[in-house]
Structures are given as structure tokens and as C-alpha cells.
């Protein structure tokens, strides 16, 4: 049980991080380019009870880690409430959608990067904080996992958003018919273990990020 408690406080700072910023940064870029909605909801900020989704940020990430301890887990993912946007008010609503899309993943990156840093600046400095260096290390692959599992082409997932923005019109409108089974569509790659394939080479890239540090 204290195994389980310390693996829940290593990773629940990073995960809050993870899920938090991703929402702000899709209400942040989508106002940049004329859509307030997310703003006017107060969702546009960095305090995470604003996107604190009981289910997708607290429940299944604890679920996961509690199965991980076990032996008996996955990839660990979530999801906070998601960021209102109406595509229709930005000013180029087909171009900008794909940039608000992206502002997500590119969001977990940035944090992905960040904690590599401040491993790095611990090693720097000569320290020798265990717990410290285990978040870390969690905040690499937490925020390269949601980047990852958010860039599958299927919508409604940010990847799915980025396709349908740089595809033809046709094409386009053929690919956001998906969107109500998108979740689905995910669950089978999950069940078939698909999904794994895809989120590998991700996972090998927070590792070489965590290798490159330390």
C-alpha cells in the first residue's frame, strides 16, 4: 500500500500539470485567433479546478497507477473537461483549427522538455533529490503519452482536428463523420493493442529525452 501511495504522489503533480495545461493552451490559441469562448468560461487559466474532469482527471489515472503497481496496467492517460471552442468563430475557422488543435500536444511537449530541464538542473547543481528526479521522470513520459495518444488522426482527438483541417473540403467532411464514434475507434486500438504500436516510438523518444539528461 505505501508502494501504491508513493507511485500516486510521484505522478499526480505531473498528470495535473499534463491535463491542465493541454485545455488552456487549445482556449488560449483558439482566442488568439478570434474565439473568446473559452475564455468568457473562465477556462483560460492555469488553476486546474477549472478543468479538473472527476472521471478522466482523477479516477482513471488513479485507476491506471494502482494497476500499474499491481502488475496489471498500461500507458497511463487521462483527460480534463473539454476546452468549449466554436471553430465557426475563428477568422479563418478551416486553417486556425489546426493550429488550435495542436496548441494541446504542443503544450505537452513544451512541459515534456521543461522537466527534462529541471533534471538536468538538479544533476547541475549537484542534487541528489530521489523524489524529486522520479517526477521528473514521470512528467516526461505522462505529457509524451497525452501528446501521443492526442495526435491519432481520429476525431474528436486533437489529431483528428489537424486532419480534417489540412484535408480537402470533401475529404474533410468525410473524416468529421467519425467524430461520434471516434472514442470507440480508440477503444478497439486499445483492445486490439494497436495502439501500442503507435504510442512506441513516442514513448522511445521520452526516453531518449530521460537518457540525454541524465
Do not use: C
Not at 530541464?117 to 521522470?137: H, W
Not at 468529421?176 to 503507435?198: K, S
Amino acid at each position: 500500500m505505501q508502494e501504491i501511495f508513493q507511485t500516486i504522489t510521484v505522478y499526480a503533480i505531473p498528470v495535473l500539470l499534463a491535463i491542465t495545461l493541454h485545455e488552456a493552451a487549445h482556449g488560449y490559441v483558439a482566442r488568439l485567433f478570434g474565439d473568446d469562448t473559452a475564455y468568457r468560461a473562465g477556462r483560460v487559466t492555469l488553476n486546474p479546478l477549472k478543468h479538473i474532469d472527476p472521471v478522466g482527471t482523477v479516477i482513471v489515472p488513479i485507476a491506471i497507477l494502482l494497476l500499474s503497481s499491481l502488475g496489471g496496467g498500461g500507458f497511463l492517460f487521462g483527460w480534463a473537461k473539454p476546452v468549449p471552442v466554436h471553430f465557426g468563430n475563428l477568422r479563418r475557422p478551416k486553417q486556425q483549427m489546426i493550429w488550435v488543435a495542436a496548441a494541446g500536444p504542443g503544450a505537452n511537449l513544451a512541459m515534456a522538455v521543461g522537466w527534462a530541464l529541471l533534471m538536468r538542473l538538479q544533476f547541475s547543481l549537484g542534487m541528489d533529490e530521489a523524489f524529486f528526479l522520479e517526477m521528473a521522470k514521470a512528467g516526461v513520459f505522462v505529457n509524451i503519452g497525452l501528446m501521443a495518444l492526442n495526435l491519432l488522426p481520429v476525431p474528436p482527438l486533437d489529431g483528428g482536428r489537424i486532419l480534417i483541417g489540412l484535408l480537402p473540403p470533401a475529404a474533410a467532411i468525410q473524416v468529421a463523420r467519425i467524430e461520434p464514434y471516434g472514442m470507440f475507434v480508440v477503444l478497439g486500438l486499445m483492445a486490439t493493442r494497436t495502439l501500442g504500436l503507435f504510442l512506441a516510438p513516442f514513448y522511445a523518444f521520452g526516453l531518449a529525452i530521460v537518457e540525454l539528461v541524465m
